[in-house]
């Protein structure tokens, strides 16, 4: 009830909450009353009364407007919230006219006090005033009030000011300023054309941007703070990358993560990493409006805070981006609503450089006054960020933005704003190819294959370079098809440095064959080579011919050798450095063993046996006075029953879990505890230990002293 | 979507693309601002880095300017974070002044104090300063003016020189323009360079840069130090004078490693001023012999560093440079730019060429393959002696007498780098040759025959890159070269470039070994070449077609 109460205020301008407010006041009282009291025009009030009673929280009742009970307990702030800080009028009050008459009986004392007690919200207390005397009989100030009712005892001591005499003070008003007007927006008038080419450069920069790195992050993902975030080196490096700040870099991931175009997954070594999601292939090939509308909506209802990537939390921890804390859910709501205030710009004007914003934030505080506190910041990021994105441009909303804002496809309005996608490139004799704008998609990936990527704006620069075009090699080009493609794809002659380089590279391209093998085979005579590979029964040998001497095979020399000796040849083996390696028959020797001869009975031996019995006599012991189910004991149950054991002077069996967690009974004489530490002799090791009290499980006095 | 010529890309590159309408006026109007990269034939890419920006500030063109430029010619919306970076660098010069304070001297002084403040906590700059006069303004040791605009640079604040020159002994010089004219671009450069104070004038090779230097004098009228190469060149400097200005043979010195004199105009190498007898440079007294009003610095991108150290006593002079390139191998244009000065004029080589003052080449890559046997001597050898093995193979030397001999009657320089080789050439070719151990005297001699027509073919080494007017040579052959210097490329692409009799175009061959670190070294410099706009052909060897072509 309360909740959804106080969610109904916030929604309200100042306007509704100002008349609210004189409600709240008057107690039950007519929209003509309520027109007087706020400063407001009568229209204004009336609207406003009826959004109040499409939220219910106001009613008609039969004698009139009356609040919603609890109304009154959520009215908290200040003049900016809508409140007047007027108490609500008394059940029987007095009239306009019998509070001006008594009021301009008082003396100077009694009105100061009066008014104090208006600013200071309407309540007081008083210990030495009585509470019932005639006006005639005060002796103070206080009683001269209360005496003519101008205050009004609540018990306990405290008084307040009823809502009639403060209206009156007020001069009939609960507000001391108009209301129904929102703060002006400071603008300055722009070319709409211009906005829209700012705007819409903006958008393909960031598309451009956000495939740039997706791509990159692709085959480079940075990795995953443990926290979830990007480390500050991660972005640092992203910054680089794409040219651009780092907040700016913190926006275009932040964003590319709220589109579903970027997640963490766990790399082969199972670090978390970025990578790109498999959105993003498809979206990778849709048309750049498109692709531009997805983050842009994804944006406008996203509650992260990409502007305080690089700022500290108050703990001075540094936000880094992609931390999962970094939102705020009044987020969407501000970036909405700092849309739609630019919605309303008329075409052709914009927001003022340096006033501008300060203007919006005051249009949002009188549009929600009630909250949030960091709406100033947050307003600022809305406006900073949809410039960013190319939602606005020069500080004003462009027309595919405002499509995009009341939920149409922006897509068209975008696509002719955006430069033409171009299918040629100007191949130059130094051998760079510059394409003048964006190219298509398909032709981009064609094109970064052969050749490098020099520059990137609103054109590519490409370079080609032997390393470049034995790369389109590797992947299975062939010499015309690299010929074709730049012919075709080149609107100037393809200069013969270039010719010459792509021949020249595919004249060395591939001089150098790598393959497998198992085992090769040599011999200077070819014919016994032949003789060899035409064998009818070498065929699961593998064998092929690599030149007119040299045979390899698939088969390891293991099992090559015993099968070439029983189809009639004669091979030896080669060892690595060429040398003939000659073997012969094993001949199997086993090692001779040695007979160890009995040691000598030593001293030492002696305490290590007599210890070992100890030790068993000890384990017999505990195992003959382990309890059948012996309950474990709590460790202010083992503290008691060793201190009581301290005291007889008697042995305890223990049992006790080691640092292992390994357990054991042991048969000990408690001679003191403390820190949580018990020391005692352990009978096996015959010697004072330390045990952690926390570790014995269970302790059992024994009979029998040691 | 605006359909402009340029196109901004993100990594502060700008591609023109110039077979558009507007590229003459883009390209005019982004010169002075940005710094062109490459001119290939379809697209030149400009780039924009701070020293270009500073330039352009330097010239007195504002953020403003160069914002409305890119955003008017660009064909796709500009990105909004260069434009920011462009306005921020560009606000950071001239923060810092250098001044002369009528009381106090040479000081530094800025209107943004935390600019001031930073750059006071900086320690590198700490000892070049005295005390603080006012809060604006703190006092300079004088010597230090130089090192302190370097050190600002460094720090990205680099200041404005205020602080004017001295004008140095009076001495009457005149261009003598009876029997020429300085060219419309010499006279603008050398305009440019007298209002700008100081600063680097670049003009490709063969493009009249000793004219643009005497013009230069000829504004300041003072006494005049020259720093060249090398001792061909300071003669060459020396007939060019004589034959173009009012000054005669005795108001020129040469100060070299064989003759040092100092006369109102002196022209010294850079060889003998970074000589040092006992760790001490024994010729710095020529910076104090007189009381120079210019000096000029010729292929400024050769400076060597002890030059750079020596200029950065002489702030209160004017300095000109000449250069073909900015681009210094050892990268230190930004000392260029805060010792000699910004650039105060800049031609791209195409444009000159079209002009008609230089002559257009054809360049060709030979390629030859190593016969096995030195293929396998190559593969085995230790990488420091490879590219010395590939590029000295006498598989050269067919191909050099082959190239040699389809141009006839046309004067032919065989350059390379390796002594052995141009030996083993010159005795294959029958030709004279020039080298490090060949005294001036020959030198002169044999460049001079040359000129004249009397030899038509010389071997030449590395001497011969620099200065060295040979304006008759059509047919340049080059063997091998300082790895894959573009620097030295440029050089030599040079001495073709001037303008030859009936407008023929010169011929430059390079004879690369196929598959080795020659082919790779040579696709370093031809990249030069295709990016200077000269398109180039590779041809195998074995393809050459045998005798004369026209």
Request: net charge negative.
């Amino acid at each position: 009830m309360r909740t959804s109460v106080v969610r109904a205020l916030d929604s309200l301008t100042r306007l509704e909450l100002c008349v609210l407010d004189a409600l709240v006041v008057s107690g039950q009282t007519t929209p003509a009353e309520l027109c007087t009291s706020v400063q407001a025009t009568t229209a204004a009030v009336k609207a406003a009364l009826e959004r109040l009673v499409d939220l219910a929280l106001v009613w008609e009742s039969t004698a009139g407007l009356r609040p919603l009970t609890g109304v009154a307990e959520g009215m908290t702030g200040g003049p900016d919230a809508g409140v007047s800080g007027l108490q609500p009028r008394s059940a029987d009050p007095l009239t306009p006219d019998q509070v001006a008459s008594r009021l301009a009986e008082l003396s100077p004392a009694a009105r100061a006090l009066l008014e104090h007690v208006l600013e200071q919200g309407g309540q007081a207390t008083t210990s030495a005033a009585r509470h019932t005397v005639l006006p005639e009989e005060a002796a103070n100030p206080a009683e001269e009030l209360l005496s003519r009712r101008l205050l009004v005892p609540r018990g306990g001591g405290s008084v307040v000011l009823p809502g009639e005499v403060g209206l009156v003070l007020r001069g009939g008003r609960t507000t001391t300023a108009p209301v129904d007007v929102p703060p002006e927006l400071s603008t300055t008038p722009r070319e709409p054309a211009l906005v829209d080419r700012v705007a819409a450069g903006a958008a393909f920069e960031l598309v451009r941007r956000l495939e740039l790195l997706l791509d990159h992050w692709g085959t480079h993902p940075p990795s995953a703070l443990r926290s979830g975030g990007l480390g500050v080196r991660e972005l640092k490096a992203a910054a680089t990358f794409l040219h651009v700040d780092e907040p700016a870099a913190a926006l275009i991931i932040e964003t590319a993560s709220t589109a579903g175009l970027l997640a963490s997954r766990a790399d082969s070594d199972g670090n978390p990493v970025w990578v790109p999601t498999d959105v993003f292939d498809g979206w990778s090939t849709q048309d750049l409006p498109q692709r531009w509308a997805l983050v842009a909506r994804s944006w406008l209802e996203s509650p992260r805070l990409p502007g305080l990537v690089g700022t500290r939390d108050p703990a001075g921890k540094p936000w880094n981006a992609l931390t999962p804390e970094l939102t705020s859910r009044s987020m969407p709501e501000t970036r909405l609503m700092t849309l739609r205030v630019l919605a309303e710009l008329p075409p052709g004007q914009v927001l003022a450089s340096g006033t501008g914003l300060p203007s919006l934030v005051a249009r949002l505080a009188w549009l929600r006054p009630r909250r949030p506190r960091t709406r100033a910041d947050q307003a600022a990021w809305a406006v900073h960020e949809a410039a960013a994105l190319g939602l606005t441009g020069l500080g004003a909303l462009a027309s595919y933005g405002r499509l995009l804002l009341a939920g149409d496809d922006p897509g068209d309005a975008l696509g002719v704003l955006l430069p033409e996608p171009v299918d040629h490139v100007l191949v130059q004799a130094d051998l760079t190819a510059v394409a003048p704008g964006p190219l298509e998609t398909g032709l981009a990936r064609k094109l970064q294959l052969v050749a490098d990527v020099e520059s990137r704006g609103g054109a590519t620069v490409y370079r080609f370079t032997p390393q470049s075009v034995r790369r389109a090699l590797d992947v299975g080009w062939t010499a015309a098809e690299v010929h074709e493609f730049l012919g075709t794809v080149s609107r100037t002659p393809v200069p013969q440095p270039l010719t010459y380089l792509v021949d020249d590279t595919v004249r060395t391209f591939g001089a150098v064959r790598v393959g497998q093998a198992e085992s090769f085979l040599r011999s200077d005579d070819e014919t016994a080579l032949t003789e060899l590979l035409h064998h009818p029964k070498v065929g699961p040998l593998g064998l092929r011919r690599l030149a007119p001497t040299v045979l390899i095979s698939d088969t390891p020399i293991e099992v090559l050798l015993p099968r070439l000796r029983e189809l009639g040849a004669a091979p030896v083996v080669e060892a690595a450095d060429g040398s003939v390696r000659v073997t012969r028959p094993d001949q199997l020797r086993a090692r001779t063993p040695r007979v160890r001869r009995a040691a000598a009975t030593s001293a030492h031996e002696t305490a290590r046996v007599a210890a070992v019995i100890t030790a068993v006599r000890a384990g017999d012991r505990a195992a003959a006075s382990r309890p059948a189910g012996s309950a474990s004991l709590s460790p202010s149950g083992s503290l008691a029953a060793l201190r009581e054991a301290i005291e007889i002077g008697g042995a305890v069996l223990i049992s006790y879990v080691d640092n292992h967690g390994s357990a054991s009974d042991r048969i000990v004489d408690p001679l003191s505890v403390e820190g949580g530490q018990l020391t005692a002799r352990d009978h096996r090791s015959d010697d004072v230990r330390t045990f952690a009290v926390h570790r014995i499980t269970s302790v059992k006095p024994l009979d029998v002293p040691s | 979507m605006n359909d402009g010529p340029l196109i901004v890309q993100s990594d502060k590159t700008l591609l023109l693309e110039i077979d558009h309408e507007q590229a003459q006026a883009c390209r005019r109007a982004i010169a002075p601002f940005a710094e062109l990269e490459r001119s290939p034939e379809h697209i030149h890419t400009y780039r924009l880095t701070p020293l270009g920006l500073w330039n352009a500030r330097a010239a007195g063109h504002d953020a403003e300017q160069v914002i409305d430029t890119l955003l008017a010619f660009s064909r796709y919306a500009v990105p909004h974070a260069l434009l920011v970076d462009v306005a921020e660098t560009m606000a950071r010069y001239g923060r810092l002044r250098l001044e002369k304070h009528p009381v106090h001297g040479l000081v530094l002084a800025s209107n943004d104090r935390p600019v001031l403040e930073e750059v006071l906590r900086a320690k590198k700059i700490a000892g070049m300063l005295g005390n603080r006069v006012d809060d604006d303004t703190v006092l300079v040791h004088a010597s230090e003016r130089g090192n302190l605009k370097q050190a600002l640079l460094k720090l990205g604040w680099p200041a404005e020189d205020f602080a004017g020159y001295v004008d140095g002994e009076a001495h009457p010089i005149s261009l003598d323009e009876s029997e020429w004219h300085l060219r419309d671009y010499q006279r603008d450069a050398a305009e440019s360079f007298w209002h700008g104070g100081s600063g680097v004038v670049v003009l490709p090779c063969g493009a009249g840069k000793t004219l643009v230097g005497a013009a230069a004098m000829a504004h300041a009228q003072a006494t005049t130090l020259i720093l060249v190469t090398n001792t061909v060149s300071a003669r060459q400097w020396k007939d060019e004078l004589v034959r173009r200005t009012s000054l005669t043979e005795d108001e020129i010195g040469e100060y070299s490693g064989a003759v040092k004199e100092i006369r109102p105009v002196t022209i010294a190498t850079y060889q003998v001023m970074t000589t040092r007898r006992k760790g001490v440079y024994s010729h710095l007294e020529l910076l104090d012999a007189r009381d120079w009003g210019l000096i000029v610095y010729d292929e400024v991108h050769l400076l060597p560093a002890p030059i750079f150290r020596m200029t950065a006593n002489l702030q209160a002079r004017r300095r000109i440079g000449l250069t073909a390139t900015l681009v210094r191998e050892d990268g230190r244009e930004g000392d260029v730019f805060s010792l000699i000065g910004p650039k105060r004029y800049d031609a791209p080589w195409k444009d000159i060429e079209a002009q008609g003052w230089i002559a257009p080449a054809d360049c060709v890559e030979v390629r030859v393959t190593l016969p096995t046997n030195e293929r396998i001597v190559y593969a085995t050898a230790e990488p420091e002696e490879r590219y010395r093995l590939a590029s000295c193979t006498h598989h050269k030397i067919q191909v050099v007498r082959d190239l040699v001999a389809q141009h006839p009657g046309q004067p032919t320089l065989v350059i390379g780098q390796y002594i052995e080789q141009l030996d083993e050439l010159a005795a294959a070719l029958d030709a004279p040759v020039i080298k490090g151990e060949t005294p001036v005297k020959e030198r002169q001699r044999l460049f001079e025959a040359f000129r004249t027509g009397e030899v038509g073919l010389l071997v030449v080494s590395k001497v011969a890159n620099f200065s060295i007017d040979l304006p008759s040579a059509e047919v340049a052959i080059q063997v091998s070269g300082s790895f894959g210097s573009r620097q030295e490329e440029a050089q030599r692409l040079g001495r073709l470039l001037r303008p030859k009799s009936e407008g023929k175009s010169a011929h430059f061959y390079t004879i690369v070994s196929r598959d080795t670190v020659d082919a790779d070294f040579a696709q370093n410099r031809q990249r030069f070449l295709a990016e200077q706009g000269y398109a180039y052909r590779i041809i195998d060897a074995e393809d050459l077609p045998a005798g004369p072509v026209s």
